[in-house]
């Protein structure tokens, strides 16, 4: 018997792609409306899929997740359909929202035997503009606009875009940039701003006060406010008050430039 090579497993592992490209995909939308009055907490923890909230005058929280599912044939499909779940919680001042993935499958195995699901969760939610936001996700970007509370936002592998947002902010990820624009801070809100893989741009309101410590490894600095830059070649460190300080505003990435732009 001959022996099994790293040619024979990398042609299974194609033959394997190959008929799960080819297989059954079918998607369902979920709807809900929840009574949100402002100064409440939206909290989203998503896997895969992007994440877009937005703002509005409105006392309600209206959701939509658009879910989608591709196995190798149909009846794994509509199984993976049943067990993908959007479970929300609702209270007086908080909405929860989490995804439960079907399994996978066998891993590698699954997809060179065709027992492997993709599974995903694209959600598109309407808050009112004083909302706080813990948003969580793995593979997958996340948008925000018109927002004005605590807001959190974190993923692994996806950009975060945050517009005409204030209040406290913390805005993570690892492979991506982050592009966030805050019309509005107070001295005692902080923000946190950090990636690994990216580029991070920020914009502040020309009259704000506040801290700035910004750092990069291996990229560059540049801002529209007049901030010290600490570098011996290159432009990888700056620290200084804005308009006579307040606000704490830490900016961090490994691999990728800062910018800070005045609004």
């Not at 792609?17 to 409440?40: C, D, N, R």
Request: aromatic residues 4%; contains cysteine.
């Amino acid at each position: 018997m001959k022996p099994v090579t790293k040619f024979h497993y990398l042609l299974l592992f194609l033959v394997g792609l190959l008929t799960f490209s080819q297989g059954e995909t079918l998607k369902e939308t979920v709807k809900k409306e929840i009574a949100f009055s402002p100064g409440g907490m939206l909290s989203l923890e998503n896997t895969n899929g992007s994440i877009v909230i937005e703002g509005w005058d409105e006392a309600r929280c209206s959701l939509i997740a658009e879910k989608k599912v591709k196995a190798n044939n149909e009846r794994d499909a509509r199984k993976a359909m049943e067990r993908l779940k959007v479970n929300i919680d609702e209270s007086e001042n908080e909405i929860r929202v989490k995804t439960r993935l079907p399994g996978n499958g066998n891993g590698i195995l699954g997809w060179i035997f065709g027992d492997h699901v993709s599974s995903t969760v694209d959600y598109t939610v309407y808050v009112p503009r004083q909302t706080s936001l813990k948003i969580n996700s793995t593979n997958g970007e996340i948008n925000v606009s018109a927002v004005e509370g605590n807001i959190r936002l974190e993923t692994t592998n996806g950009e975060i875009n945050a517009k005409d947002i204030g209040g406290e902010v913390r805005a993570h990820t690892t492979n991506g940039d982050i592009e966030i624009e805050i019309v509005s801070i107070a001295p005692s809100e902080d923000v946190e701003i950090g990636t690994t893989n990216g580029s991070i741009k920020v914009y502040l309101p020309e009259d704000v006060g506040a801290h700035i410590r910004a750092k990069t490894t291996n990229g560059s600095i540049k801002s529209d406010f007049h901030i010290p830059v600490k570098g011996k070649y290159n432009s990888k460190k700056a620290e200084g008050d804005l308009n006579g300080g307040g606000a704490e505003i830490i900016l961090r990435t490994v691999n990728g430039s800062i910018k800070i732009r005045k609004l």
